[in-house]
């Protein structure tokens, strides 16, 4: 395990004990307490002594993001008891469910703007950043990323980008602004090695849209059959506390549409090891460039599909087709 991150999880376990010390102090003996005080005793002694993050039974690191999730556990996945994994499959099933309800809502229609997006975890949860927010002042904004990291872990910071990105946005800050606030937030309560790349975008009624990339895939603009890639103008979200984000505009035509997608579609491999890649994604909306959002959403799907054969996506994915209407 990396020492900086275990310097930090050691911190967390200090924290926990001086709580669980106050509230011993507070309440009085009590069973509970000291159950957990020998759990974070436990824990700091394997610290000190080089085992920290290792499997009690098999010797084998422990998963990451388990141990950032709670720094105490102390085996990994393929040795908890019978009953540890039916309180794990029920709370990956807990987790599941509420990460669905933060996603917006299917198939919007907003002033004269039309959305679809396609959301696939590869597991029960995902670590992709899908979200449709409408203002007041009748903008549209819209964001897709990808969380660093896999599993519960990297749904727990998708659902903390859902509730920052959606605070800042209420607050009718310009873009940039939003972004920086969110990048400082997401750094300061989280750990080193964690980011996020995204797309964040304004669409104002007029076709108009404003985009701040914070190394995230570049965006399709999809115009008439051409295709025109919108490249990132900035590091992910997280890396530095002080960090600034520059946007850029762009005027969409009626009848022109924009595309975002996770790696979860670029990425993807068939059976010989080959990439779907950008340019197969780029020659399959130019021909298909006059369809609905949800229609050509249909057709990347179909097509990644088919490519892929009969191997299984090993990485979450998400598509989203914003189009101006005629």
Known sequence: MAVNIQTILRGQILDRRQKLEAAAQAIGENPEIARLLQEVDAALKRIDEGTYGLCKVCKESIEAERL????????????LTPNQQRALEDDLELAS?????????????FGTWEVSYHYEPAGLVSGDYC?????????????????SGKGVAASILMAHLHAMFRTLISLGLPLG????????????STLPTHYATLVCGQAHSSGEIEMSNAGHLPPLWIEEGEVKRLEPN??????????????????LSPGSTLLL?????SETRNLAGVEYGHERLSRLVSERYELSPEGIIDACLKDLRAFR???REKDDLTIMAIRRSN
């Open 68 to 79: 950032i999730a709670d720094p105490l556990v102390q085996f990994c996945l393929d040795h």
């Open 177 to 188: 602004q939003v972004m920086e606030r969110a990048s400082r937030i997401f750094c300061e």
């Open 234 to 251: 900035g590091l992910p979200v997280g890396v530095f506390c002080d960090e600034q984000f520059s946007t850029s505009k762009a005027n």
């Open 131 to 147: 979200d449709l927010v409408t203002s007041d002042r009748g903008d549209l904004f819209f964001i897709l990323g990808d969380v």
């Open 309 to 311: 054969g009969s191997g």
């Open 97 to 109: 469910q509420i990460q669905k309800g933060l996603l917006p809502k299917q198939n919007l229609h």
């Open 261 to 265: 997608y996770s790696d979860g579609l």
